[in-house]
C-alpha cells in the first residue's frame, strides 16, 4: 500500500477562521492487507489571533478520566499522572501504516528539539485503538522508536471508546479479515490539554509539520496562553 500522501501544514488564522463553524476530520483506517477506509468527527473551531499556531478550539474539552494500563502493566490514571503538564493525546494503534507512526513520529522530532527542561513540562500520550493486539510490550516497543518518553494505554476498548467520543474522535471496534489483517479505523486529530484548567485548547491535523509542533511545544512548555 502506497502511503497517504500528507496535506501541507495549515496554518490557521484569524482570517481563515470563522467563530463556530465546524472541522471534518478525515479518519485514519488501514490494515496490513492494505484496505482503507474514511470516516469523519466534528470539533468547533473559533477566530483566533493566538500565538500557537494549531487550530485553537471553541470548545474545550475536559481530559478524559481514563485509567488503563500503561507500558509496564500497571494502571495509568491519564489525568493524575499528567496533572500539571501540557498533553498531546492520540487515539490509534501500533500496527497502522502509515498515520499513526507518521504523528507520533513527527511529534516525536519535534520534542527532541526542546531542551530536557521543556520537555519534562510536557506528555504525549498514545492511547491503543487495537488493546487486544497492543499489549503493554508491543506498545513500548513501538513508542520507544519515537520518544522513550511517550506514554502508552492499552486496555478496555469500551473505555477507550468512551473517553474519545466526547472528545468528538470516533473509534470503531477493529476487524480482522480473512487472512488475520487488522482495520482499526480512529479519528486522526492530536488534541493538545493545558494545565491551566486541564481541557483541550488545541487541535492538529493530520499532515502538521515538525516546525509547527516544535512552535506550540515551546510555547507550551513556557506556559503561553491560548
Known amino acids: 500500500m502506497a502511503p497517504l500522501p500528507r ?27 492494505g484496505g482503507e477506509s474514511t470516516g ?3 470539533v468547533s473551531k473559533k477566530a483566533s489571533t493566538s500565538r500557537y499556531q494549531g487550530t485553537v478550539l471553541s470548545k474545550n474539552f475536559e481530559k478524559p478520566d481514563l485509567v488503563l494500563n500503561d507500558t509496564s502493566g500497571q494502571p495509568y490514571d491519564l489525568r493524575a499522572r499528567t496533572a500539571g503538564k501540557s498533553v498531546l493525546l492520540f487515539f490509534g494503534y501500533t500496527s497502522c501504516p502509515d498515520v499513526c507512526p507518521t504523528t507520533m513520529g513527527d511529534i516525536g522530532v519535534a520534542m527532541s ?11 504525549v500520550v498514545f492511547v491503543s ?7 503493554p510490550q508491543v506498545l513500548r516497543t513501538w513508542l520507544d522508536s519515537m520518544g522513550k518518553d511517550f506514554v502508552g494505554m492499552t486496555g478496555d476498548l469500551a473505555a477507550v471508546k468512551a473517553a474519545a467520543r466526547p472528545l468528538g474522535i470516533a473509534v470503531e471496534d477493529p476487524v480482522v479479515d480473512a487472512e488475520g489483517a487488522v482495520t482499526s479505523t480512529h479519528g486522526a486529530q492530536v488534541l493538545a490539554f493545558l494545565p ?9 491535523m493530520a499532515g502538521t509539520s515538525i516546525d509547527v509542533y ?13
Do not use: I
Not at 467563530?19 to 483506517?29: E, M
Not at 506550540?216 to 513556557?222: F, G, I, R, S, V
Open 7 to 33: 496535506p501541507r501544514p495549515r496554518l490557521l488564522t484569524a482570517a481563515a477562521l470563522v467563530l463556530g463553524a465546524s472541522l471534518a476530520l478525515s479518519a485514519c483506517s488501514s490494515s496490513g492487507g
Open 113 to 123: 528539539k526542546l531542551t530536557a527542561e521543556q520537555r519534562a513540562k510536557l506528555a
Open 214 to 226: 516544535r512552535h506550540d511545544l515551546e510555547l507550551m512548555a513556557d506556559g503561553v496562553a491560548v
Open 129 to 135: 485503538t487495537d488493546p487486544e493486539r497492543d499489549t
Open 196 to 204: 491551566t484548567d486541564d481541557k483541550a485548547h488545541l487541535l492538529y
Open 40 to 42: 469523519a468527527a466534528k
